[in-house]
C-alpha cells in the first residue's frame, strides 16, 4: 500500500493540529512531523540546533527558514517517511512552501494535501492558556475542555504533565502574530495550487477528527489509504 502524499495541516498555534495529527497519523499509519516538537526535543536535549533556538521559540518568533527546511529534510530522509507523512507546523512562511515543493518534486511525491484548521482567536487563548502536555509520550491536555484523571498526570503513561514556557499570554500574542503576517498567506498559495481544505476546528475534537477523516478517506478499516 502505497499512499504517497504529504498532508499538511495549516493553522495558528492553539488550533488543535497537535491533537489532530496524533489521531490522524495512527489512523493513516503515517509518521506525524512536527516542527516545533523537533525543536522542544532539541532543546531538552542541549544540542548545538537546541541551543540556537531555545530563545527564538521563548520569544514566540519564528525560526528561520533554512534551518527548519534543512530539519524537515533530514527528517524526510528516514525510511518511515517513504509513503507519506503529515506535517504539524510546517511549512509556516512561502520560502518554507516553495522549498518543500522542491523536496517533495525531488522525491517523486506530487502536490501536497493541505488542511486548514479555522478557529476564533477567543478559543485559541483559551485553548493554549489550558494546554498541558505529558513529558514521556507528548499526549496534548486541556484543563478546561479535556483534562487528565489526576491533574498534572498523564492517563496514559503516568508521565508528569507541564505547560509549555511559549503559552504565556504574551508570547501567544506574538506567535499569533507570526501567524497572521508569515503564515496565513499560506492558504492563498496553496488554493491556487487547488489543493487546500478548510475545516471549521471549533468545534470537538470528535467533530474535527470526522470531519478530517471525510477529508483524508482513511478512517480506521481502510487501512489508510488516502
Ligand atoms: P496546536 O498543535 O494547533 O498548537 P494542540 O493540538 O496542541 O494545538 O491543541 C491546543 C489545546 O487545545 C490543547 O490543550 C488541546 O487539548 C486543546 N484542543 C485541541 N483540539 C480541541 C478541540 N477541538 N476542542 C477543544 N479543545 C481542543
Ligand atoms: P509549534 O509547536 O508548532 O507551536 O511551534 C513552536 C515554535 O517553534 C514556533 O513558535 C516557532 O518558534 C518554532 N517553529 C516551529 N515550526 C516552525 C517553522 N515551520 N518555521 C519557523 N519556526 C517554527
Redesign the pocket.
Known amino acids: 500500500m502505497a499512499l504517497n502524499r504529504a498532508v499538511i495541516f495549516l493553522?495558528?498555534?492553539?488550533?488543535?493540529?497537535?491533537?489532530?495529527s496524533k489521531l490522524a497519523a495512527q489512523r493513516c499509519g503515517l509518521p506525524h512531523l512536527s516542527t516545533g516538537d523537533m525543536f522542544r526535543d532539541a532543546i531538552a536535549r542541549g544540542t548545538p540546533l537546541g541551543k540556537k533556538v531555545q530563545p527564538i521559540l521563548a520569544s514566540g518568533e519564528l525560526v528561520s527558514d533554512d534551518l527548519v527546511t534543512g530539519m524537515v529534510e533530514e527528517r524526510l530522509s528516514q525510511r518511515d517517511c517513504a509513503h507519506g507523512f503529515i506535517f504539524?507546523?510546517f511549512p509556516r512562511t512561502l520560502p518554507q512552501a516553495r522549498q518543500l515543493d522542491e523536496l517533495l518534486a525531488s522525491k517523486g511525491f506530487g502536490k501536497p494535501l493541505v488542511i486548514e484548521?479555522c478557529v476564533s482567536p477567543e478559543k485559541l487563548f483559551r485553548?493554549?492558556a489550558?494546554?498541558?502536555t505529558c513529558t514521556v509520550g507528548g499526549e496534548?491536555?486541556?484543563e478546561f475542555?479535556?483534562p487528565p484523571k489526576v491533574p498534572g498526570v498523564c492517563d496514559g503513561d503516568g508521565g508528569k504533565l507541564v505547560q509549555r514556557p511559549d503559552d504565556r499570554p504574551e508570547v501567544v500574542r506574538e506567535r499569533l502574530t507570526a501567524y497572521e503576517r508569515q503564515t496565513k498567506p499560506l492558504a492563498e498559495y496553496y488554493r491556487r495550487l487547488g489543493v487546500l481544505e478548510v475545516v471549521d476546528?471549533g468545534?470537538?475534537?470528535d467533530e474535527?477528527s470526522r470531519a478530517l477523516n471525510a477529508i483524508l478517506h482513511c478512517a480506521e478499516g481502510n487501512n489508510g489509504r488516502l
Request: net charge positive; charged share 20%.
Open positions: 493553522g495558528p498555534p492553539g488550533a488543535g493540529k497537535g491533537t489532530q504539524d507546523g484548521f485553548r493554549l489550558g494546554r498541558w496534548i491536555y486541556n475542555d479535556a476546528a468545534k470537538s475534537v474535527v
